[in-house]
């Protein structure tokens, strides 16, 4: 078995409304940085993984994602994966 480190990002859909990213980029204004704008907000998780293979590990963070850490609906997630000792 090898280990893995998948480093994953989860981020509300584009056509989703982003109250939190929204609270924020109206916040900039008040500390003199207006030039900030769209500020969208999301999470970002880091997960080990043993399997036998990058493809397994792979396909099992996908569907990690899709069954649980991901709300498919309203988000959307990217991970990079990378063996570790």
């Not at 994953?8 to 859909?13: E, F, L, Q, S, T």
């Amino acid at each position: 078995m090898t280990k893995f480190l998948a480093e994953i990002d989860v981020m509300p859909k584009k056509e989703i409304l982003d109250p939190q990213g929204k609270a924020v980029t109206g916040s900039m204004k008040n500390l003199g940085l207006s030039e900030i704008h769209n500020i969208r907000i999301g999470k970002h998780i880091s997960l080990e993984i043993e399997a036998d293979s990058v493809e397994t590990a792979n396909a099992k963070v996908d569907e990690a994602c899709k069954n649980l850490l991901a709300n498919l609906i309203m988000e959307s997630y990217s991970f990079k994966l990378q063996e570790i000792a």
